[in-house]
């Protein structure tokens, strides 16, 4: 199985992309505001998903293991394939699908296109507790962790830093990321930790 493609792209068509790896073009589907980003010659690295049916091999392309995470955690979702997923990861990033599910706000998933009112609910409400928890700051926390991972943001990243302390406080990542995606869309971008910490605290003992 593919799980990482290093190259330079050879050609850009409307929803897939040819990456050149030593000679041979492997054809990539990704997402419109992946493919807004690519232009003939970029040298590119992509993480991806494997598709494999009797008839045809796919490649799934993404930006960063998160943004895969995604992927395949909207698939676990009924009335969501391949093609939804990929659109709604072209439509929202991963930091912003993260703030939407946390916050409920099914409206943001529901401008993705084959995505109607009913089908935004249901992924809204079904994977803040299925999908991984996967913070305001675009990190991957696995479920039940003590702690941010290996590979966190480095200090000065508040949003991350504030997820952490919650976190250690003995509130669980869901509810960490949750509190702390309420408290950036009111405080704005520019809080610090301290700020976001408080906000978030008062978010919980609702």
Do not use: C
């Amino acid at each position: 199985m593919i799980g990482k493609l290093t190259g330079k792209v050879d050609a850009v068509g409307e929803s897939h992309a040819i990456i050149d790896v030593h000679g041979v073009g492997y054809e990539v589907q990704l997402s419109a505001r992946t493919l807004r980003n690519l232009k003939p010659g970029d040298e590119v690295s992509l993480t991806i998903d494997t598709h494999v049916r009797e008839d045809a091999i796919r490649l799934f392309g993404f930006q960063s293991e998160v943004e895969r995470s995604w992927f395949r955690s909207l698939q676990t979702i009924q009335g969501v394939g391949s093609k939804v997923a990929l659109s709604i990861l072209g439509t929202l990033a991963p930091q912003d699908l993260a703030n939407a599910i946390a916050l409920q706000d099914w409206g943001a998933v529901e401008q993705a296109q084959g995505v109607g009112k009913k089908l935004a609910q249901r992924i809204t409400a079904e994977l803040k507790d299925k999908a991984p928890a996967l913070s305001v700051a675009g990190l991957h926390v696995p479920s039940g962790a003590g702690g941010l991972p290996s590979g966190a943001p480095p200090a000065g990243n508040a949003a991350a830093e504030a997820i952490s302390a919650l976190i250690n406080l003995g509130y669980n990542p869901a509810q960490a990321s949750a509190a702390i995606a309420a408290a950036a869309k009111e405080l704005g971008s520019d809080a610090d930790t301290a700020r976001l910490i408080r906000r978030g605290l008062k978010e919980l003992a609702r």
